[in-house]
């Protein structure tokens, strides 16, 4: 079964400074991999998606991720962080064989003014 | 933008009850599911859903769950005998084409709390 992992329960960032929030996966077959945010009292919400393609793929809110195949990860980065990007980031993956769609434990990123 | 509706906000209710919690997915949408998490943290599966039946399920959802999708646009999660650890908040899901591919569009959830 696929499985991610989020190595940092936590991180924290001034706001202006890049910020990288990492992932790594498991899976057989192929990986589709997705990054949500969660904001207080709310629901996750997409970001950004990897099928095929380009390794570095663009999503909502200045949010990019960059798929590594041989490192299994998708780290979700932005170049410059705003206070307003702190919440709860969770990294998510099918498989090809899967329908269901796993969840990482979640990071709680604080970006300080 | 379309989005995926839950009722209630929040349902108390005392360990040993039936509860049923309440979704309305983004009308094109073809796979259903439910998620929980358990204080603000970990998301947890619980089932998938696909024309009209259960596509996979988690561990979570023992033979006390169910799901239905009653009349076309519902889709509900029933907790029979509630317990305890039943308390959650509940995040209904849908997405639409090929599963598998398409991002999952929550609703912002039913907080259960069981007494």
């Known amino acids: 079964a696929q499985s991610v992992a989020q190595p940092e329960d936590q991180v924290n960032v001034a706001e202006g400074n890049p910020l990288t929030v990492k992932c790594t996966y498991s899976?057989?077959?192929?990986?589709?991999l997705f990054w949500y945010v969660q904001y207080p009292n709310r629901g996750l919400q997409f970001l950004l998606k990897?099928?095929?393609?380009?390794?570095l793929v663009k999503g909502s809110y200045g949010f990019e991720a960059e798929f590594n195949k041989s490192q299994t990860s998708f780290h979700l980065k932005k170049p410059s962080a705003l206070v307003s990007d702190s919440a709860l980031y969770f990294c998510?993956?099918?498989?090809?064989?899967?329908?269901?769609?796993?969840f990482g434990a979640g990071t709680r990123l604080t970006v300080k003014p | 933008e379309p989005e995926v509706t839950q009722t209630p906000s929040h349902q108390v209710t005392q360990m040993g009850q039936e509860v049923i919690l309440r979704c309305v997915p983004i009308?094109?949408?073809?796979?259903f599911y439910w998620y929980r998490q358990i204080l603000g943290q970990k998301v947890e599966f619980l089932v998938s859903?696909?024309?009209?039946?259960?596509?996979?399920k988690s561990e979570i959802f023992d033979d006390r769950f169910s799901v239905e999708r009653p009349d076309g646009s519902n889709f509900t999660l029933k907790i029979r005998s509630t317990k305890l650890e039943d308390s959650a908040m509940y995040f209904c899901?849908?997405?639409?084409?090929?599963?598998?591919?398409?991002?999952?569009?929550f609703g912002n959830g039913t907080r259960l709390t069981v007494t």
């Open positions: 009308s094109n949408h073809l796979y």
């Open positions: 899901a849908s997405s639409e084409g090929q599963g598998y591919t398409s991002p999952l569009h």
């Open positions: 998510a993956v099918r498989g090809d064989n899967n329908n269901d769609m796993r």
């Open positions: 990897y099928i095929t393609g380009d390794n």
């Open positions: 899976v057989s077959g192929n990986p589709y």
């Open positions: 859903f696909y024309n009209n039946e259960i596509s996979e």
